[in-house]
């Protein structure tokens, strides 16, 4: 199976900071990446998928980049509805669906 | 639009097995392209893929539990069905089904709330 790996763990920001939270595949995937954000008792919600495409929806602050083994999920500028944790999860059609161990993104 | 929902049971006990449903509307899964997936998040960690259903019923197994697990689909009720045998504590988890989005790759696009199934004697 593919590995994911996802650096932070954790992130402390305020609202209005550019937070930045990378996603590594153990092999590459191309652009086979999506990107979930998870609330506490919540289910994942679709962000970002085939790594930069923006889910209908979703505000423009966040915005996804990369290909091959190395991806980045960026958000422009932190609002209060962000505070969340994020997931990276790789759909290369030759293996099983994996995903990252996650990201928390809590208030400074 | 686009609903799913988990239903089974709260509580079992170790050995026994799981049965979870999957109640959906929105779309058919006798549609071409249409795909069913399981997840499952034990309390505090990571989403864990499980199985997939396609429409033509197709079907695939995450790796590390592919032999205790079941995926199957009633189309005419629109429903998926996953069992998992011989349950333990460490099953201890949400268990959410998912649609994948038609076309687009196996990403999910719509998520159930989930259905928290707890393993304990």
């Known amino acids: 199976d593919i590995q994911m790996t996802q650096s932070p763990s954790t992130l402390s920001a305020s609202v209005g900071d550019r937070v930045t939270i990378t996603c590594r595949a153990s092999?590459?995937?191309?652009?086979?990446l999506a990107w979930y954000q998870q609330k506490p008792g919540k289910a994942p919600k679709l962000l970002i998928y085939t790594a930069s495409n923006l889910e209908n929806g979703v505000p423009s602050r966040f915005s996804g980049s990369g290909s091959g083994t190395e991806f980045t999920l960026t958000i422009s500028s932190l609002q209060p509805d962000d505070f969340a944790t994020y997931y990276c999860q790789q759909y290369n059609s030759y293996s099983p669906i994996t995903f990252g161990p996650g990201t928390k993104v809590d208030i400074k | 639009q686009v609903t799913l929902k988990e239903s089974g049971p709260a509580l079992v006990k170790p050995t026994q097995t799981l049965t979870l449903t999957c109640t959906f509307s929105g779309f058919s899964l006798n549609t071409s392209g249409m795909r069913v997936s399981w997840i499952r998040q034990p309390p505090g960690k990571a989403l864990e893929w499980l199985a997939r259903i396609d429409w033509d019923d197709d079907k695939f197994y995450g790796t590390s539990l592919k032999t205790r697990l079941t995926i199957s689909k009633d189309t005419s009720k629109n429903q998926v069905v996953l069992t998992m045998t011989n349950m333990d504590p460490v099953d201890t988890a949400t268990y959410y089904c998912?649609?994948?989005?038609?076309?687009?790759?196996?990403?999910?696009?719509?998520w159930g709330q989930g259905t928290l199934v707890t393993v304990s004697s």
């Open positions: 998912a649609r994948i989005r038609p076309y687009g790759g196996y990403y999910f696009d719509y």
């Open positions: 092999q590459s995937i191309s652009r086979w």
